[in-house]
Structure formats: structure tokens, C-alpha cells
């Protein structure tokens, strides 16, 4: 399956079309290369564009992003989480918001992310502040989500030790006769997170590691971005 975008830039299933091979198709990247006449002066623009394609191709869930914070001393911590949106406010994930990510973006608001588009030779990398996510667009979107995520959402307590996997197992049990015959609304502890950029980095493989790198910066906000080639 790959992804679409709906309202706000929300991502969506939906069957890739045209799907060729992606082994050939990063082969071709990597002879093919990435100049600066191939980005746009949004960096948001050049986003959608690996995007699509990296769902046209038929990357393996390209709205998976590695997502770093770290604690108010600096102790940093890396996951995987799903993007669910991006558009010109920022790149959008949901949580629980008492989950080692959570405590960490509120002490520390800060996050950086990456989607690692191996497959295709691409990554794209950004890193800025962390704001919350309006409470109506998060009952939103997790009215769309399974039933049983949204059971999940009650059921776990994320981050904290569990005593076994009869524990979890027991609490969704709970949670599922708790709702049974009536929607599940949004527990107040779950909710989305914007990374609002402030740097861009796109990333494009090449022969003998001589790979091409372009930032996007800028000082303040709705400047026009400043784009640097790097050296890899």
C-alpha cells in the first residue's frame, strides 16, 4: 500500500500507481544525482515531491520517521513513529503524551526526524521546535484510526514496566469490554505533536560515498531558505 495525502496534508492508504522496481529506481538516483537546479526554494515542496515518489515506488511505509528528543539535561532518545501529516505549519506525529517522548518534548521542546528512504538512497532530515497539536484535529484523527489502536491507546501504559505480556494483554481485555458497544473517545493523555522546522537536509546516495547533501536554513521565520550544498 502506499500513501496519499488528504485534507491539511493528511496521509492516507492508497494502491501506488506505476510501481516499478525500487532497486532499479535507486540505482538510477544514484547515477542520476541531486543538483541544486532539482530543489525548489521550498523545502516543503521538495518534501512532497520524495515523498510521493518514494510511495510511487513502493517504498516500505515511507511515512515512517526516526524521531529524536532528549531530556532537559541533554540525554537523548531515538524511535520510529509515523508521520501523519505534513503541510506549512510543520511534519505531525501522534503519541501518548506520559511516554518517555512526551516527557521529554515537554521539558525539552525540541525534536529532530528522519525519514530513511534506504531503499531509494534518500533521506530527508529535520530538526526544529515542537508545539501540540490542536485538541480538535487530534480527536480527528484518532476518530479514523482501528478500533483497536484506539482501544490500545487506553490499554498501555507506555514507557512504564510492564510485568509481563499477559499484563498488556489483560489491560486491552479491560479496556475492550469498558467500550464495548460505544465509540472510543481520546484518552485526555493521548494526543499529535508539530515539528515546526527550522532546517532542512535532503540526502541523495552516490557512488563511492561521494553523496549529495542540501540544507535549508534560515534565521527567522518566513524568510526566504537559504540553501547550502554539504560535503558528505
Known sequence: MGLARGPQGRLTSGMA????????????????GLDRDDLDPD?????????DHAARVGVHQPEAMTLATATSSGEPAVRFVLC??????GIVFYTNERSRKGREIRANPSAAALFPWHQVSRQVRITGNVERVAEEDADAYFATRPRGSQIGA??????????????LESRWADEERRWRGRDVSRPEHWGGFRIVPDEWEFWQGRANRLHDRFRYTRSVPLDPWRIDRLAP
Open 17 to 32: 500507481d506505476a510501481r516499478g522496481s525500487v532497486d532499479d529506481e535507486r540505482h538510477r538516483l544514484e547515477e542520476r
Open 43 to 51: 523545502p516543503l515542496a521538495v518534501l512532497r515531491r520524495w515523498f
Open 154 to 167: 487506553w490499554a498501555s501504559p507506555q514507557s512504564q514496566v510492564l510485568v509481563d505480556r499477559a499484563d
Open 84 to 89: 501523519k501529516g505534513y503541510d506549512d505549519r
